[in-house]
């Protein structure tokens, strides 16, 4: 957002390459941080400057300059964890559809959290984020990352629905407008 680093999955000002990364988990082995969460560092989908397109989201093949094994491996020998970025930009439907490959390559890999995010109002263009649908999903995301072990973070989630109360690895909601609103000209003070 501040013009360092791009999210995209490719170009050299890439922010979410390996030597990047691996800066991350040492400041967070240092410091006792249990996780490192990594944003656009997937080779397709709505982070990546090659979009989701004809080859669709993408939520298991890194970036060209990032290296998934190494950084597994890198962060484990840290005590640290890699937490990756799962945005669908609102396109679930293909998620869904993969997340045995998706969540089983993670189990393999010691994955242990992941954020999953859906910028988008309406869930396959259609479902707005707090319908019936949307819950439903949500409710099939919760339960299909509680059955790998992996701790669940989301951005633009659906409203409340006790479900926290329930799943104790969903741990948070990143719903609430804040700073990070700022960045828009649109945002309503």
Do not use: C
Request: charged letters at 25%.
């Amino acid at each position: 957002h501040i013009g360092h680093t791009s999210w995209g999955g490719v170009g050299e000002d890439h922010g979410a390459n390996t030597e990047n990364v691996k800066k991350h988990i040492d400041f967070a082995a240092e410091n006792g941080i249990d996780h490192v969460l990594v944003e656009g560092w997937v080779k397709t989908g709505p982070l990546s400057s090659e979009g989701g397109g004809e080859e669709g989201i993408d939520f298991i093949t890194p970036a060209d300059d990032f290296d998934f094994d190494e950084i597994v491996r890198y962060a484990t020998e840290k005590g640290v964890h890699f937490m990756p970025y799962n945005e669908t930009g609102g396109h679930v439907n293909e998620y869904r559809e993969n997340f045995d490959k998706i969540f089983s390559i993670y189990e393999e890999n010691n994955i242990k959290a992941i954020k999953a995010g859906h910028v988008n109002d309406f869930l396959e263009g259609k479902y707005h984020k707090h319908s019936q649908w949307s819950v439903n999903y949500f409710d099939e995301l919760i339960n299909i990352t509680a059955e790998y072990h992996i701790m669940l973070q989301v951005h633009e989630p659906v409203k409340p629905t006790g479900r926290r109360r329930t799943y104790p690895h969903y741990v948070t909601r990143e719903g609430v407008g804040g700073t990070e609103q700022d960045k828009f000209e649109s945002t309503d003070p």
